[in-house]
């Protein structure tokens, strides 16, 4: 009884903390909002934000109609070329958002290889150049039309230049910018587009050099063009598997049902993977819209795909669409991940792209081998959608349950099957709860179902601070960035004496912290107005994470050091 009455006063008071921090960051709709800001205003943190998840979750987008860059891409580019603009590559799913696992980070040095071997599509590509200017966009990561290969330094006379020396090499697959991106900024990048169309006849042949069944019977109908090839120059390979098929434990059976379901029939993975996607665009299935809102519940994909009576059943946006697709991919063990980015934006008469806010998008790649990661967008196509700068999809009009072999392969009732749960008290084991069982108290199982919740509360306390400093960042509050790396250093076990001025702390820590260090002295101490830079805290968060080993960052997570912090 005394246990369980200071488990009920320690949670009582944390709920209370929780929801009173968490107040002044999340919205009535649950979460911060994935676009944030407004484009308007000279200078650095007057753009458009992105926080750089995919989630499930269904909120206010806060998008707007301004231009947030404009490109031009070389002379040789083959025309009518509109790649998406990638911005960054999401690989670890905890049952809610998409985010990347690898934070690591190399500085650009010509001649070295941007992204790792794995990132680089074994098909047909082509190799682009590309010149972007910032309009309205704070970002520590530059978007790139396809695949970034190599930077260079911007030709002719440019306003603000970014040097190929300004960039970092960013998880294996994006690129960085020192400091972030600031309004007129411009830089030169050379890219590699996937030409998906020419390979389209090669992902569809199967081990035998045929076309795999159901490519074969639309081949056979005239509804497929293309013949058996192999395109591939090289074989992908996937160094860690297992880190792109991973998901929570608790991820319900029926979602790996309804995977299965609508895959039913197919023999190679590239079938599979056009069966989601077919599935998914198809506007009797799913209805794309803005409009909706599930108040403070996450969207629970199970329930959302499989139970018609659920809030905004089927009805989503592109980060519902992607997320998903990706969660159904791994359950039939096709390795997936999710990218974020832009549609191809409007091309002038002059050549010149124009991607706005409202292109921002999120889509989905999964690993075909031997080709590797092969793009898919599940998101519907209607007019309604505002997509209109988005390219037609190269499985338009062509439905794969069609062609199957036996249309009952693809049932459209999917049953969770019994054993996944106790389905009633009944059905636990004869003194699981009180121990009489075995005639030994499951005391154990009160320790742990106390110690468990406790556990967690001190990373939520942090994240939920973390973000409530971001929006004080992004409102330009210096302190806000000041006291989070702080309180980073200070759970790392830094010795962050009160005795130090800010800028002797960061001369014996790292070059790193001196922007932030100079701003906040010419606020505080200076009578100045400093401005916060959210750019400058990530650019910290990525020395830290390259020079501290994972045990300690685990071990500084649940440290309470920074908590019990005198401010």
């Not at 990132?119 to 970034?148: D, F, H, R």
């Not at 190269?394 to 693809?410: F, I, M, V």
Request: proline share 6%; hydrophobic share 40%.
């Amino acid at each position: 009884m005394v246990l369980a009455a200071m488990m009920a006063s320690i949670l009582g008071v944390t709920s209370i903390a929780l929801a009173t921090t968490a107040s002044g960051v999340v919205d009535e709709y649950g979460n911060a909002p994935w676009r944030q800001g407004n484009g308007l205003g000279p200078g650095p943190g007057s753009g458009v934000t992105y926080d750089g998840l995919v989630e499930l979750q269904q909120r206010i987008l806060n998008q707007s109609n301004v231009p947030v860059f404009t490109a031009r891409f070389a002379t040789d580019t083959p025309e009518g070329l509109r790649p998406y603009w990638r911005v960054d590559t999401l690989d670890t799913f905890d049952g809610e958002e998409w985010s990347r696992s690898d934070t690591t980070s190399r500085r650009y040095e010509s001649g070295l290889a941007v992204v790792d071997q794995e990132n680089l599509y074994q098909g047909t590509s082509t190799e682009i150049l590309q010149t972007v200017q910032i309009q309205a966009l704070n970002s520590v990561l530059a978007p790139t039309a396809g695949t970034p290969v190599e930077i260079q330094d911007p030709s002719g006379d440019v306003e603000s230049p970014r040097l190929a020396s300004d960039f970092y090499a960013v998880g294996g697959v994006s690129i960085g910018v020192s400091g972030g991106l600031d309004r007129a900024d411009q830089y030169q990048v050379r890219t590699a587009v996937t030409d998906r169309s020419a390979d389209l006849g090669a992902l569809a042949t199967n081990e035998s050099g045929q076309l795999s069944p159901i490519f074969a019977a639309a081949f056979e109908a005239g509804d497929f063009a293309y013949e058996p090839a192999i395109t591939a120059s090289g074989e992908a390979v996937l160094e860690n598997r297992d880190r792109y098929l991973q998901l929570p434990d608790n991820t319900p059976a029926g979602i790996a049902n309804r995977a299965r379901a609508e895959t039913a029939g197919h023999t190679t993975d590239f079938e599979a993977a056009w069966m989601l996607q077919s599935w998914f665009r198809d506007q009797n299935n799913f209805q794309y819209s803005v409009e909706v809102s599930t108040g403070h519940d996450s969207l629970v994909l199970d329930d959302w795909l499989n139970d018609t009576t659920s809030t905004n059943y089927r009805v989503g946006y592109c980060e519902q669409f992607a997320a998903a697709m990706a969660v159904l991919a791994r359950t039939i063990e096709i390795p997936s991940r999710v990218v974020w980015g832009f549609t191809p934006g409007e091309v002038d008469d002059n050549g010149v792209i124009t991607v706005r806010d409202t292109n921002a998008h999120a889509w989905v790649e999964l690993w075909i081998e031997p080709y590797g990661w092969f793009q898919f967008d599940p998101t519907p196509r209607a007019e309604q959608t505002g997509f209109d700068s988005q390219p037609p999809s190269l499985t338009a009009g062509l439905d794969p349950s069609d062609y199957l072999a036996n249309p009952e392969d693809n049932p459209t009732v999917v049953t969770v099957p019994p054993g996944v749960g106790p389905e009633s008290l009944e059905d636990l084991a004869p003194g699981a709860l009180d121990g009489s069982g075995d005639g030994a108290p499951r005391w154990w199982l009160i320790g742990l179902a106390a110690i468990v919740p406790l556990a967690t509360v001190v990373p939520v306390l942090k994240r939920v601070r973390r973000r409530r400093r971001l929006a004080q960042i992004r409102n330009g509050d210096i302190t806000a960035a000041w006291d989070e790396i702080v309180d980073r250093l200070t759970d790392l076990g830094v010795d962050v004496s009160p005795s130090l001025t800010p800028l002797e702390l960061a001369q014996s820590t790292n070059h790193v912290l001196l922007p932030l260090a100079l701003s906040y002295s010419s606020t505080i101490y200076g009578g100045r107005s400093g401005q916060a830079r959210e750019a400058d805290l990530i650019g910290v968060e990525w020395w830290i994470e390259n020079n501290f080993e994972g045990p300690q960052r685990v071990v500084a997570a649940f440290s309470l050091r920074s908590l019990l912090r005198r401010e």
